[in-house]
C-alpha cells in the first residue's frame, strides 16, 4: 500500500511538475489557408515542423543574414532542389524575437501555411510541430466515371 501511495505521489508531482514548467515539446496543428500556427523556439533548440506534402519554398520575415548579422530566424527545409523533403528547420539566432514564416507545399497541388515564431525559454518550446492541413486533397474525377453532356 505505501508503494502505490508512493507512487501516486510521484505521478501527481510529475504532472504538475509538467503543468508549471512549460508546454509538450512535441505538438500537432491542423491549419487551413486563413489559419496561423504559432510555433515556439528556443535559443539552442532546433524545431522541426513537419507537412503532409513535400516543401517547395519557405519565406521567414525575420530571416538571419550571415553577412550582416541582423535578423533572428534560420530555416532550412529537408531534401534537395530535385528531392524535397516533408520538413522545415526553424532555429533562432538570438534569445528572444518575434516574426512570421510562410511555407508553401506541394508538387502540384500548392499549399501556403502560415505561422508566427516566437523566442521563448527552453522548456516552453517546441521540439516537433506535425502540421495536417484541414482542407481534404483534391482528387481529379475518374475520366472513365465521367459522361459526356450533350
Request: charged share 20%; hydrophobic share 40%.
Amino acid at each position: 500500500m505505501k508503494v502505490l501511495k508512493a507512487i501516486g505521489v510521484l505521478m501527481v508531482s510529475l504532472a504538475n511538475a509538467s503543468i508549471a514548467f512549460g508546454q509538450s515539446p512535441i505538438t500537432s496543428m491542423s491549419l487551413g489557408p486563413d489559419s496561423i500556427g504559432k510555433v515556439r523556439t528556443a535559443m539552442g533548440i532546433t524545431t522541426r515542423i513537419s507537412f503532409p506534402e513535400p516543401v517547395m519554398e519557405i519565406v521567414c520575415g525575420d530571416l538571419y543574414d550571415p553577412a550582416s548579422g541582423k535578423g533572428v530566424f534560420v530555416a532550412q527545409r529537408s531534401g534537395t532542389a530535385e528531392d524535397p523533403g516533408y520538413d522545415v528547420f526553424v532555429k533562432p539566432v538570438a534569445g528572444k524575437g518575434l516574426s512570421n514564416m510562410f511555407v508553401t507545399t506541394g508538387k502540384t497541388k500548392r499549399r501556403t501555411y502560415n505561422f508566427d515564431l516566437e523566442v521563448v525559454a527552453v522548456v516552453q518550446a517546441h521540439r516537433i510541430v506535425t502540421v495536417t492541413d484541414t482542407r481534404p486533397l483534391a482528387t481529379p474525377p475518374d475520366p472513365a466515371n465521367v459522361s459526356a453532356v450533350s
